[in-house]
């Protein structure tokens, strides 16, 4: 396939930016996305001209570096798949492609196709984790018994990456998803229930100190969502922050 690419090129947080044309030939459709900014970022070294910075690590779906917005949706046209599990069979011989970064005040461009996440650490530093005695007087997890509707649903809450699909893909850039995910995951198990009165508290407070929007509950957060985060965890996280003020 030969595709022309239109690509945000961004020297730093402090430049403008524009987005520069970039034409690709002979494209395997069997390459995965990364594989194909990969090849052109070659011929650009070849050529003189300075690669193309985009984020990546595992490229398995796992990690949610690789966080691009491709022809206006996070990740592109693939469902439930993060933009390194995209492949170029996904579009046409003669397509334009527009690649740009996630779009949100809370994650500024670094460079080019990157931003900095870092709130999301910050608001899984806020209340994102458990107490557990780890000095040689642990407990089995299998000797705590767990309801299995909780456990399935504490898990399915668990499979967020933070990516950051949902914040680009909302209208007000809202985290809520993200942010509810990771109360959810512990509010449903006994081993979260110690800081239960606080970590929703504390992570909202910490996602609005961050910038992030409002949610408004037009779903296009989880329908963008690589794992498929279900809305109610939405409700739970209201549910916990309600019980955290009034308790």
Same mark, same amino acid.
């Given at each position: 396939?030969?595709?022309?690419?239109?690509?945000?090129?961004?020297?730093?947080?402090?430049?403008?930016?524009?987005?520069?044309?970039?034409?690709?030939?002979?494209?395997?459709?069997?390459?995965?996305?990364?594989?194909?900014?990969?090849?052109?970022?070659?011929?650009?070294?070849?050529?003189?001209?300075?690669?193309?910075?985009?984020?990546?690590?595992?490229?398995?779906?796992?990690?949610? !570096?690789?966080?691009?917005?491709?022809?206006?949706?996070?990740?592109?046209?693939?469902?439930?798949?993060?933009?390194?599990?995209?492949?170029?069979? !996904?579009?046409?011989?003669?397509?334009?492609?527009?690649?740009?970064?996630?779009?949100?005040?809370?994650?500024?461009?670094?460079?080019?196709?990157?931003?900095?996440?870092?709130?999301?650490?910050?608001?899984?530093?806020?209340?994102?984790?458990?107490?557990?005695?780890?000095?040689?007087?642990?407990?089995?997890?299998?000797?705590?018994?767990?309801?299995?509707?909780?456990?399935?649903?504490?898990?399915?809450?668990?499979?967020?990456?933070?990516?950051?699909?949902?914040?680009?893909?909302?209208?007000?850039?809202?985290?809520?998803?993200?942010?509810?995910?990771?109360?959810?995951?512990?509010?449903?198990?006994?081993?979260?229930?110690?800081?239960?009165?606080?970590?929703?508290?504390?992570?909202?407070?910490?996602?609005?100190?961050?910038?992030?929007?409002?949610?408004?509950?037009?779903?296009?957060?989880?329908?963008?969502?690589?794992?498929?985060?279900?809305?109610?965890?939405?409700?739970?996280?209201?549910?916990?922050?309600?019980?955290?003020?009034?308790?």
């Amino acid at each position: 396939m030969d595709l022309k690419l239109k690509i945000w090129r961004q020297q730093n947080a402090n430049d403008k930016g524009k987005m520069v044309d970039y034409d690709i030939k002979d494209v395997s459709p069997d390459m995965s996305f990364l594989e194909m900014l990969d090849v052109l970022n070659n011929q650009l070294v070849e050529k003189g001209e300075e690669a193309v910075s985009f984020d990546h690590d595992c490229r398995e779906g796992i990690c949610g !570096s690789c966080s691009l917005q491709i022809n206006g949706r996070p990740h592109g046209p693939g469902e439930a798949i993060t933009s390194c599990q995209l492949h170029m069979r !996904s579009f046409k011989d003669g397509d334009t492609i527009h690649i740009e970064p996630f779009r949100a005040k809370a994650f500024p461009v670094i460079k080019d196709l990157i931003v900095d996440r870092s709130s999301f650490d910050r608001i899984q530093q806020a209340g994102g984790y458990i107490s557990v005695n780890t000095s040689g007087n642990t407990q089995d997890a299998n000797a705590i018994p767990i309801n299995k509707v909780d456990a399935d649903h504490a898990f399915d809450a668990a499979t967020c990456i933070g990516c950051g699909a949902c914040v680009a893909a909302c209208k007000n850039a809202s985290a809520m998803l993200f942010v509810s995910a990771k109360v959810s995951q512990y509010a449903l198990l006994p081993q979260g229930q110690v800081e239960a009165k606080l970590r929703a508290q504390n992570m909202v407070a910490q996602m609005d100190a961050e910038g992030f929007g409002a949610c408004t509950n037009t779903g296009a957060c989880s329908a963008e969502c690589p794992k498929e985060i279900s809305l109610t965890n939405i409700a739970r996280l209201n549910r916990e922050y309600l019980k955290s003020s009034i308790s």
